[in-house]
């Protein structure tokens, strides 16, 4: 880490995943998908701890709070950027200060690029 940013930590991480998933011989393309995948198994989590919240599912009932919600949305965020780490090494932030910046323009006036 350089400076202990959140996305020093991330870039650590992102590389250490690279790293394993190469000795295990998978290709940048197999590496990316397999990191999309986990993404997507994440916010899948977060749905199902907010099911469990609102008990609608008649066989648990009620089998979270929304505090293991708020930890799955984090999970999910720091797969993404993991993911997005993984697939822009070298500008992973700008890259979604970027996009942020865009997209929220859209919902809030005077703020795009």
Do not use: C
């Not at 991330?10 to 393309?29: K, M, N, P, Q, V």
Request: charged share 25%.
């Amino acid at each position: 880490m350089k400076d202990g940013t959140p996305w020093d930590t991330i870039g650590s991480l992102a590389a250490l995943f690279a790293r394993l998933d190469s000795e295990r011989g998978l290709t940048t393309d197999e590496q990316w998908t397999l990191q999309v995948l986990k993404l997507s198994e994440e916010v899948g989590e977060a749905a199902q701890a907010v099911i469990g919240v609102r008990a609608t599912n008649p066989r648990k009932g009620r089998s979270h709070s929304w505090e293991h919600v708020q930890e799955e949305v984090a999970d999910a965020v720091i797969t993404g950027m993991v993911a997005l780490a993984r697939m822009r090494p070298d500008d992973p932030a700008e890259y979604l200060a970027a996009v942020l910046a865009e997209k929220s323009a859209k919902f809030l006036p005077g703020t795009g690029p």
